[in-house]
T-cell receptor, first 114, second 114 residues
Framework: AQSVTQLGSHVSVSEGALVLLRCNYSSSVPPYLFWYVQYPNQGLQLLLKYTTGATLVKGINGFEAEFKKSETSFHLTKPSAHMSDAAEYFCAVSKNSGNTPLVFGKGTRLSVIA | DGGITQSPKYLFRKEGQNVTLSCEQNLNHDAMYWYRQDPGQGLRLIYYSQIVNDFQKGDIAEGYSVSREKKESFPLTVTSAQKNPTAFYLC?????????????FGPGTRLTVL
């Protein structure tokens, strides 16, 4: 069965600092991987996804993530945090075969300090 | 505007009552999903539907029921059998039920049991 572990339920960074949100997955087959962002009392919005091809994936709002099969990781980064990045971030995985729903991690809340 | 609508935004229920949460999409998506979100728990799948008149249980289906009579609608009923229904409920849809598909989320319904 697939699973997702997000290290750190809460991450706090200074404005302008590097953002690093960690995601490790467990999957018996090569996975498809997703990062979503959620602002308070709203639905989720896709930031980026990895399916096949280039392992460094660029998304919206300056975020990117790198798929590392050997480390079973898909960490999310942004070089310089902005106040508007404060939100909750979810990593999710699906199998690359069949029609299967996503399995989500428990989320990481990002705070940005001025 | 294309998108997913959920209503109501806030819902209050007395113990022992059934309530139905609405989810409508005009994206012409085949697949639709219901998730429950609790603080620190991430998103957990309740039910999903890949085609009209068919749906599958997710990880936490007990105490919930759904129907899919129309492609654009996937209502969720929270029954009195659900012992702890207070949560944020998110509906999502995807073009097909493919593992690579992006899921698009509605704005959510916050259910509170009084």
């Amino acid at each position: 069965a697939q699973s997702v572990t997000q290290l750190g339920s809460h991450v706090s960074v200074s404005e302008g600092a590097l953002v690093l949100l960690r995601c490790n997955y467990s999957s018996s087959v090569p996975p498809y991987l997703f990062w979503y962002v959620q602002y308070p009392n709203q639905g989720l919005q896709l930031l980026l996804k990895y399916t096949t091809g280039a392992t460094l994936v660029k998304g919206i709002n300056g975020f990117e993530a790198e798929f590392k099969k050997s480390e079973t990781s898909f960490h999310l980064t942004k070089p310089s945090a902005h106040m508007s990045d404060a939100a909750e971030y979810f990593c999710a995985v699906s199998k690359n075969s069949g029609n299967t729903p996503l399995v989500f991690g428990k989320g990481t809340r990002l705070s940005v300090i001025a | 505007d294309g998108g997913i609508t959920q209503s109501p935004k806030y819902l209050f229920r007395k113990e022992g009552q059934n309530v139905t949460l609405s989810c409508e999409q005009n994206l012409n998506h085949d697949a639709m999903y219901w998730y429950r979100q609790d603080p620190g728990q991430g998103l957990r799948l309740i039910y999903y539907s890949q085609i009209v008149n068919d749906f599958q249980k997710g990880d936490i289906a007990e105490g919930y029921s759904v129907s899919r009579e129309k492609k654009e609608s996937f209502p969720l009923t929270v029954t009195s059998a659900q012992k702890n229904p207070t949560a944020f409920y998110l509906c999502a849809s995807s073009p097909l039920a493919s593992s690579t598909d992006t899921q698009y989320f509605g704005p959510g319904t916050r259910l509170t049991v009084l």
